[in-house]
């Protein structure tokens, strides 16, 4: 079938990058026409956004990448979850008063995970220097970058909150008030930062070992030292509506490094899904696979409601099983062989039926997991401070969203949500693919730290501080992230790297894109054009944690008579904007073509190659 796109599906044979940002896909591309591989174009586009999209990733992030290389002929996993401090116990969480770590602020640092995961990408895959692939993000933090729209947004939603609690933020992004969009930005400090670590690698001998000086600096050296002062020197507000320092140091930045690991991976029709680990949220598609392989799709069309509803319903019993089983393999036993057998899918898929679920349902597996935590969101805006988790569905409006996006009128930190996550996809000639999901350290997540340019990420609220959960906090441990990037073979060849941000969202978004391609033969542009949807059944990963049972937003160009077969089932719909859901890109290698697509909305993201 044939659909509606905003833009054509890039094809090519030399190399395709796609991304959120432009200016980081033309970079990509740069360094694919001067001789780099997808790896080397990767993490010069992956520098790049975190200068470009401030408010959607910073270099204190987090970031998971899961990569093909054509020379070793295996599909990897580099996690760059960083883990929590080790001072950060449920105890001491406790003696502040605290059963929720807040969103915003200090206490929810963990070990920054972003930089580790691209060198170690860059030191093993890639060719280039680190000096060149840190160029193209050097000159636009220095010289300056057109300001997105959303990035001014963001800014002015937290105006308030830097000029009076937050005075490093103040400097660095309100120098001259709230910036304009379009006007050029500029951040010294962080360009400076980069230029640092290339230097102090410069008198190492060989390529890699000029990536490992550059690793010692950020984790042992210069950068680990301030962010341990910081931490130490400032008590700071948060989404608690106190002031606290930080738990993180230095000795948990030296004591950290990022790892690298096969897939999870399900077999679904002719192609192979590879994902994280359940230090992620990853595996929730592959169940989410498991549970459909049981349902026709092919009988159905991508818009009507039995697409949605069987996606939906069986998306509840995933997300559910996240929040009963899932957490970081170091620290708890997670029975993935068990939860991806046709026998348990076979057992979940019965609970699917003509009505909407209003109920929190994980499954059952004797000696594993825990009942979740579920708090229900109030119908109207609750008392007490924001938080500031990754926003999931960004609202520009000003509407009051759930959960992380939920503007309360009595806190002193203002709704700091205008934002998401940033995702790139890179094959180059060559075979080689990379999709990655990078994210943390928004502008809005806690003051900058005035010498390195960028602030710390808050990924420790999706720690719950309730004792025997797998997700429990603990020191050391990864909490367990949304971000989750996405690869296919099909026949057993590699085959699409693809991704979406949208924290909760990012494992019902990609997984729309993946079905509406393999059933219904939609290119990659139209997969990601269609109209979109994604519930808030769940428990959300970010403070304050809150669900809304049976809740189902949808953009409004689906027909009418979907919207009201939906009603009919029982989900309660929110029906949002045409463009307003979803920001998918994808990039696929087939019979010698190379293909790449990318999500219109709020018009920042695009695809390119030749």
Not at 171 to 200: H, I
Not at 206 to 224: N, S
Not at 306 to 327: N, P, T
Not at 371 to 377: D, G, K, L, N
Request: glycine share 10%; charged share 20%; with cysteine.
């Amino acid at each position: 079938m044939t659909a509606f796109t905003t833009r054509p599906e890039i094809t090519g044979t030399f190399g395709v990058v796609t991304s959120t940002h432009w200016i980081a896909t033309a970079v990509g591309m740069s360094i694919l026409e001067r001789g780099g591989n997808a790896f080397d174009a990767a993490v010069a586009a992956g520098f790049t956004l975190q200068v470009v999209e401030p408010h959607l990733n910073g270099p204190a992030g987090d970031m998971p990448i899961i990569l093909y290389s054509s020379r070793r002929d295996a599909v990897e996993v580099i996690c760059g979850q960083g883990v929590a401090p080790a001072a950060a116990t449920i105890a001491a969480f406790g003696d502040l008063g605290l059963d929720m770590i807040p969103g915003t602020g200090l206490l929810a640092a963990v070990v920054p995970g972003a930089f580790d995961a691209w060198m170690v990408m860059l030191r093993d895959h890639g060719t280039m220097e680190l000096a060149d692939v840190l160029a193209p993000a050097i000159a636009y933090a220095e010289n300056g970058h057109p300001l997105l729209p959303n990035v001014c947004a963001a800014i002015e939603n937290v105006q308030e909150v830097f000029e009076n609690d937050w005075p490093s933020s103040a400097s660095l992004y309100l120098a001259k008030g709230v910036p304009e969009a379009g006007s050029l930005f500029r951040n010294p400090a962080m360009a400076q930062t980069y230029r640092r670590v290339v230097q102090e690698s410069v008198g190492a001998k060989t390529r890699e070992a000029r990536i490992e000086v550059a690793r010692d600096a950020w984790y042992r050296g210069f950068v680990a030292d301030a962010i341990d002062r910081f931490c130490r020197e400032n008590t700071v507000m948060d989404a608690s509506g106190e002031a606290h320092s930080g738990l993180l140091t230095g000795e948990d930045m030296a004591g950290w490094s990022a790892s690298t690991e096969p897939p999870l991976t399900y077999d679904y029709r002719n192609h192979t899904l590879c994902k994280t680990g359940p230090w992620g949220q990853g595996p929730v598609m592959l169940q989410s696979l498991a549970l459909l392989s049981g349902f026709d799709l092919d009988s159905l069309e991508p818009e009507s409601p039995e697409f949605v509803h069987l996606i939906v319903e069986s998306q509840k019993l995933a997300f559910a099983d996240r929040e009963a089983f899932y957490g970081d393999p170091n620290f708890v036993s997670v029975p993935t062989d068990v939860l991806l057998s046709e026998d348990y899918a076979a057992e979940r898929r019965a609970l699917v039926g003509e009505q909407a679920s209003f109920e929190l349902r994980p499954g059952s597996v004797p000696g594993f997991g825990a009942e979740p935590v579920v708090r229900i969101a109030a119908a109207e805006s609750a008392d007490g401070p924001a938080g500031s988790g990754e926003p999931t569905t960004a609202d520009f409006r000003g509407e009051d969203r759930r959960g992380e996006d939920r503007r309360q009128e009595d806190s002193r930190l203002a709704d700091t949500s205008l934002g998401d996550t940033c995702h790139l996809d890179v094959i180059d000639r060559w075979g080689n693919m990379v999709s990655a999901t990078p994210s943390g350290g928004w502008l809005q997540s806690s003051p900058a730290i005035p010498e390195l340019g960028f602030c710390l990420g808050t990924r420790a609220q999706m720690f719950w501080l309730q004792e025997g959960l797998p997700a429990s906090l603990a020191p050391r441990k990864r909490p367990r992230t949304t971000l989750s990037p996405s690869f296919a073979l099909r026949d057993g060849k590699p085959y699409m790297a693809f991704g979406t941000p949208g924290g909760d969202q990012q494992d019902q978004w990609a997984l729309h894109v993946f079905l509406r391609h393999v059933h219904f033969g939609l290119n990659l542009q139209e997969a990601i054009d269609a109209p979109e949807f994604n519930s808030l059944h769940f428990p959300s990963s970010f403070h304050p944690r809150e669900c809304e049972p049976g809740k189902l937003k949808v953009e409004d160009r689906f027909p009418e008579a979907t919207l009201e077969d939906l009603r009919r089932r029982g989900h309660d719909l929110d029906v949002g904007e045409p463009w307003s859901l979803g920001r998918v890109t994808a990039a696929a290698r087939d019979n010698g073509l190379l293909k790449a697509a990318a999500n219109p909305r709020f018009m920042q993201g695009y695809a390119a190659g030749r």
